[in-house]
């Protein structure tokens, strides 16, 4: 299908193109498609610029005739020159709330159907703005606000720089008509009223360019990211590769009982102690994911880093990721952290 050379449809040809080329050049892709307009537009420039594309429409089953729209945009994506299109229903849970488990059942089933090849999505530069603005208000530290990445493999995001207007607007040039999910309008979900209410709010008042500020925020913390995990990374290997006992505690007294347990994972407390506390925190939180903590707290991380830099004699930080019986807690022994399984009082 030859695209008509107008203003919106260059603008996301040219996302397309750069993420492409950044990445080796023409490639097979498979294109999450929902029938909107940033989909349709992202597949119908993939087409053009990337190659062979595989259409996967995820059907979430959430909808009365949702199997209609999906047998729709399968269709809309073979007349826009794609190799291939399936529609995928899938069954959502109930874990986290309705948006997070459609999302989770909806990237499951595209890496089901990807085989290998990376997946691109639809998300443009507002949608960037509005993951910022959610990350702010969960006020967990700069990497909540670092937005998504255009490639973080297999996902590809090549309209981090393209407006949602651009996308309809490509949609009105090829003369298709994209569905308009009515979720997207619905006000119970809090992304929709950053996006109806919030953003332009803050365009008004700030004089434009609030969205563009935020993705650009997004850019450069992502950046700053990069170089504290490669440090995270050494210092991660270098806490850990120290075993030598410590004395913790007033008079020279040692935490815990017993010899240190040289098969337990440890960070050393010495070596965490002189890192600073931006990089000690990300170390920490890497160390512990390697445990199997998982849903650490921005409470939960203070309280741990509380250990090692504000020793009082403390007892040890109760997180998740435990069993029925048991629960992971971190604690301070013999001059490391350690993570000690202990039993659940109300086990049965």
């Not at 190799?83 to 890496?111: F, I, P």
């Amino acid at each position: 299908m030859r695209l008509p050379e107008t203003a919106a449809v260059l603008a996301v040809r040219r996302g397309v193109r750069e993420w492409v080329a950044a990445r080796g050049g023409r490639m097979p892709v498979v294109v999450g498609l929902s029938g909107g307009a940033d989909s349709l537009a992202l597949l119908a420039a993939a087409v053009v610029e990337a190659g062979d594309v595989t259409a996967v429409v995820v059907d979430h089953q959430l909808q009365p005739g949702s199997g209609e729209v999906a047998a729709g945009a399968a269709a809309q994506a073979l007349a826009l020159g794609c190799a291939d299109a399936v529609a995928v229903a899938v069954e959502v849970g109930r874990n986290g709330g309705v948006e997070a488990a459609a999302r989770a059942a909806r990237y499951a089933a595209l890496e089901a159907a990807r085989a290998g090849r990376p997946v691109l999505l639809g998300h443009t530069l507002d949608d960037q703005a509005e993951t910022v603005l959610l990350g702010l208000a969960r006020g967990s530290g700069g990497r909540s606000i670092q937005g998504m990445a255009a490639w973080n493999e297999p996902w590809g995001r090549p309209l981090l720089g393209v407006r949602r207007a651009q996308t309809r607007q490509m949609c009105a040039d090829l003369r298709i008509e994209p569905w308009e999910d009515p979720h997207n309008l619905d006000p119970a979900y809090t992304r929709v009223r950053l996006r109806t209410e919030v953003l332009p709010l803050l365009e008004d008042v700030l004089g434009g360019g609030v969205a563009q500020a935020l993705a650009r925020t997004a850019d450069q913390l992502r950046d700053d990211g990069e170089v504290l995990d490669a440090l995270t990374v050494d210092l991660l290997r270098a806490g850990s590769s120290a075993r030598e006992p410590h004395t913790d505690g007033p008079a020279g007294s040692t935490a815990g009982s017993g010899p240190a347990d040289t098969d337990r994972p440890t960070l050393s407390i010495e070596i965490l102690a002189t890192a600073p506390a931006a990089l000690r925190r990300r170390t920490i939180r890497a160390w512990l994911a390697e445990q199997g903590v998982s849903g650490l707290l921005n409470a939960h991380l203070q309280a741990i880093d509380e250990l090692v830099s504000d020793w009082r004699g403390q007892g040890g930080v109760a997180v998740a990721g435990g069993g029925r019986d048991h629960r992971l807690v971190v604690a301070r022994e013999h001059g490391t952290l350690t993570v000690r399984a202990q039993p659940r009082l109300d086990a049965t």
